[in-house]
């Protein structure tokens, strides 16, 4: 499992952010692996758009991952869902 | 003639304000949806000197609102897409830029700090380290339609937004979330900061905190002064 960060994005967001440690992120194998869990609802060069069990994802290149939906900073919830997300980017081979 | 006279020859300025505009470090914490604009409206006056605090990257969810946010700079540091910006107006500017601020950070030889920030945490920072530094501290702020702006050149910050003093955590004060934030809110925050940026540096008249310019631009009377605290 890579080491990563889920931090509270900036205040008029509601949901978390989840930053990877030094890694980045190939947004086609991410899109080709989410493609099979959820919907990609839109994608470009830097940026991946995925509706996925209630929550709005947006996948950052750089390797920054922005959840929007009902989950809060510093609860298990949202633990539990960057550690799902970032699982599953790792068996798609997304994680660089 | 040179660039910069010919640049900035339409400000309505002596030559002595615009040398002081163009010779003031100007330090910014925050370059989002009021930050970038008060860049934007320092580099138009002529600033030359800058130290920029921010350490997020643009995203889709900040295009509503913030000047540098666009499809070129999307998830690239904030702190890099607002030199672009600045180069793009004024080759000569000198930027130091920082991923991270905190009331430790070196404010170097700025003249003023100006804040682009949203949350109180690092407001109470910014206006502590100002204190420390002696230099004026802007505050602006803006949320849904609403914001405020003030300098405080002696009054306590903690005082106005009635905060614990010393170390006490603040977290039940950070994180309180918002609806969103309409573009003319943040776009008029960061101008007013600017400008009494500027008129602090000019010798200009500016308001001096407890007193705050407030405004909602969903209002019959947008602007209207009041005390903070």
């Known amino acids: 499992m890579n080491d990563y960060y889920v931090i509270e994005p900036c205040q008029s967001a509601k949901g978390i952010e989840i930053r990877l440690k030094d890694k980045k992120i190939d947004l086609k194998k991410a899109g080709d692996g989410l493609a099979r869990l959820g919907e990609v609802v839109g994608s470009s060069p830097v940026v991946l758009l995925v509706k996925l069990k209630g929550y709005s994802l947006s996948i950052y290149a750089s390797g920054r991952m922005m959840v929007k939906g009902n989950v809060k900073p510093g609860s298990k919830k ?16 997304a994680i660089l | ?21 163009r010779r003031s470090v100007f330090a910014i914490v925050g370059l989002g949806g009021t930050g970038g604009f008060i860049l934007e ?34 998830d690239m540091p904030k702190v890099h897409a607002a030199v672009i910006r600045a180069m793009a107006i004024n080759k000569n500017i000198n930027i130091k830029t920082f991923g991270h601020f905190d009331e430790t950070s070196n404010l170097c030889s700025a003249a003023i700090l100006l804040d682009g920030t949203d949350n109180i945490k690092a407001k109470l920072a910014m206006a502590r380290l100002a204190r420390k530094e002696k230099i004026p501290y802007i505050f602006s702020s803006a949320q849904g339609t609403r914001g405020i702006v003030t300098v405080f050149v002696g009054y306590r910050f903690e005082k106005a937004f009635q905060l614990p003093c010393g170390n006490k955590v603040l977290d039940r004060y950070a994180g309180t979330g918002c609806p969103g934030i309409l573009c003319p809110a943040a776009s008029l925050a960061g101008t007013l900061a600017a400008s009494q940026a500027v008129n602090v540096i000019i010798g200009k008249p500016f308001i001096k905190a407890p007193e705050a310019i407030f405004f909602d631009i969903f209002r019959k009377k947008i602007f209207w002064k009041a005390k903070l605290g």
């Open chain 2, 41 to 74: 409206n320092l580099l138009r006056m002529g600033a030359e000197n800058f130290l920029l605090f921010d350490h997020d990257r643009f995203e889709l969810s900040n295009f509503n609102r913030q000047m540098l946010a666009t499809d070129d700079f999307l």
């Open chain 2, 1 to 21: 003639m040179s660039f910069y006279r010919e640049k900035f020859l339409r400000n309505p300025l002596s030559k002595g304000h615009q040398a002081a505009i």
């Open chain 1, 78 to 93: 949202a633990e539990a869902l960057a550690f799902r997300l970032i699982d599953a980017l790792e068996k798609t081979g």
